[in-house]
């Protein structure tokens, strides 16, 4: 089974601490992204890779950063937390499928981040 | 733009009933649909999914029928439990390089 793993269920930071959130995936994706899950807003990409040391903006990338050193893991970083970062951040993974219909997502349990 | 349009609920049923999700999407092209689930403190897991026009993704008694002609990808079960109390997000992707366009999600809840 493909798994995706996320460093922590639950985090608790404070205002203006950088904060890393680390995904790992052990089937060779080449295709990583990152969400956030708001109540009433849905899910939203906030940045994703196709392969390593690439990345893309997502729809909402503001306050936040990433980085993919290796094709299987890939790291969210809010450089200054805010309290408005306060959310379930979920990290997903799929093969590319180039030329062919397109797969879905694996999706990691989530990390519920608080910021006060 | 693309967009996935879906009933949001909440939608509460009673053990044993029938349940539907309406999904309706406006995408160019030929994209492929999917039905993702969300239990209670976890994250997205894949439920079924369609690829082309009038295929049938089907998982865990749930259904669903990719209808270019209405596009829509309604969510059926034919008697559903307790356990399928969840979030319910239907989405689209177009080619492995687009991004997946998700519908805001349904939750349901299974009383006994």
């Known amino acids: 089974d493909v798994k995706v793993t996320q460093s922590s269920r639950y985090l608790v930071k404070r205002t203006g601490e950088k904060v890393f959130l680390e995904c790992v995936q052990d089937m060779d994706h080449e295709n990583m992204f990152w969400y956030r899950q708001d109540p009433g807003l849905g899910l939203r990409l906030i940045y994703f890779s196709y392969d390593v040391k690439m990345k893309e903006k997502g729809d909402i990338p503001e306050g936040y950063s990433v980085s993919r050193e290796k094709k299987e893991r890939f790291s969210l970083i809010l450089e200054s937390a805010s309290t408005n970062q306060t959310s379930m951040y979920l990290c997903?993974?799929?093969?590319?499928?180039?030329?062919?219909?397109?797969?879905?997502?694996?999706f990691g349990p989530g990390t519920r981040l608080t910021v006060l | 733009g693309d967009s996935v349009t879906q009933m949001e609920g909440p939608v509460t049923l009673s053990e044993e009933a029938f349940l539907t999700i309406n999904c309706t999407y406006t995408a160019t092209g030929y994209p492929s649909l999917f039905w993702y689930v969300q239990y209670p403190g976890e994250g997205l897991q894949l439920l079924l999914k369609a690829t082309k026009a009038d295929d049938k993704g089907s998982n865990k008694g749930f259904e669903a029928t990719y209808r270019k002609e209405t596009t829509s990808f309604h969510l059926e079960k034919g008697s559903v439990q307790v356990s399928d109390s969840a979030v319910y997000f239907c989405a689209l992707k177009k080619t492995s390089y687009d991004k997946v366009i998700f519908g805001p999600g349904t939750s349901l809840s299974v009383i006994p």
């Open positions: 997903a993974s799929s093969w590319d499928t180039s030329g062919r219909a397109p797969n879905e997502q694996f």
